[in-house]
């Protein structure tokens, strides 16, 4: 395992690992990425062992561009509005696989739909450009565990079974990307992120429908109800912290206790406390606590997509 600095250099050498089938950790605006040349059913199939995630739960796959994007899956009038809306950015499309998908069907899960991104990061950019492959990528993290938002969270849960991390800092964002089925003449939120509901809905007039939970077959990641998880059990909504339990606070009025505290926000700043949560979960969890208490987070914005992933870190 070797983590490195992003430069040139090195994301030229993950680029060629990528395009001989290797696997390559790399950090996004959203959360560090696990990527592989999604046109590679071997390199896919790594994706899911390395993560031990089931084949069942459909891939991620990041592209450089929306002309990239365009030729591997279908753009109807509604997927082309919100791509110019907030590509490069945090929200993935789910559009019907072109007919000529060079992508395997393993990263789609066999659904004759795709879910493509054009990250914003200049890593992530950089490495897909050199790449000249698209790449499917889920969070660098083991199935159902915390996502990383740091090169270290990667090392943390791979050791040594990924050869290369690109070290690109802390993500900014912090939550993965909203995840949008754009199929129809409606849009449909699979996943919250880091777009909101209320930002899809000015883009595209209409109030989008809701469909999170994915059950047995869910059409895209974040779906699965168990999700995120710590070690630790996550306590929702706490107004008070038992003895042994970490307190994730959020806001100025912090709950008495004396064990381990980590602050998405003292200021109560929803953008703050995304970009610390899967931080603060790990940090909490490190300290040996079993129970994780946390406060509640006003469900308006951000606040939806953080509160959602405390949900499914809370379910076991």
Wanted: proline residues 6%; aromatic residues 4%; charged residues 15%.
């Amino acid at each position: 395992m070797t983590v490195v600095p992003a430069n040139d250099q090195a994301i030229a050498e993950a680029a060629s690992r990528l395009r001989a089938g290797g696997l390559v950790a790399f950090p996004t605006e959203t959360v560090y990425g696990l990527g592989a040349d999604a046109t590679q059913g071997r390199a896919v199939a790594a994706v899911f062992a390395a993560k031990g995630r089931p084949q069942f739960n459909p891939l991620i796959v990041h592209v450089a561009d929306v002309e990239v994007a365009r030729r591997l899956g279908v753009f109807d009038p509604l997927a082309e509005k919100l791509a110019a809306a907030f590509w490069p950015g945090p929200l993935t499309l789910v559009v019907r696989r072109a007919e000529n998908c060079a992508v395997a069907e393993l990263a789609t899960a066999g659904l004759e739909t795709i879910a493509l991104r054009v990250p914003a990061h200049p890593v992530a950019n950089a490495l897909l450009r050199a790449a000249v492959v698209p790449v499917a990528a889920p969070s660098a993290n083991r199935s159902g565990h915390v996502s990383a938002t740091r090169a270290a969270h990667v090392l943390a849960d791979f050791g040594s079974d990924i050869a290369t991390i690109l070290d690109g800092g802390s993500a900014e964002v912090g939550l993965e990307s909203t995840v949008v089925d754009a199929t129809g003449a409606k849009p449909a939120l699979l996943r919250l992120g880091a777009v909101t509901a209320e930002q899809i809905a000015d883009v595209c007039g209409i109030v989008p429908d809701r469909a999170f939970d994915g059950g047995a077959h869910p059409a895209s990641p974040g779906q699965l109800l168990s999700h995120y998880a710590p070690r630790a059990a996550v306590r929702l909504n706490a107004s008070s912290v038992g003895q042994g339990e970490g307190l994730l606070a959020f806001g100025a009025a912090r709950l008495a206790t004396a064990g381990p505290v980590f602050n998405l926000s003292a200021s109560g700043n929803l953008g703050e406390a995304a970009a610390n949560l899967f931080a603060g979960l790990r940090s909490l969890d490190a300290t040996g606590v079993a129970v994780i208490a946390a406060m509640p987070i006003p469900q308006i914005g951000l606040g939806e997509a953080i509160n959602d992933r405390l949900s499914r870190a809370a379910r076991r």
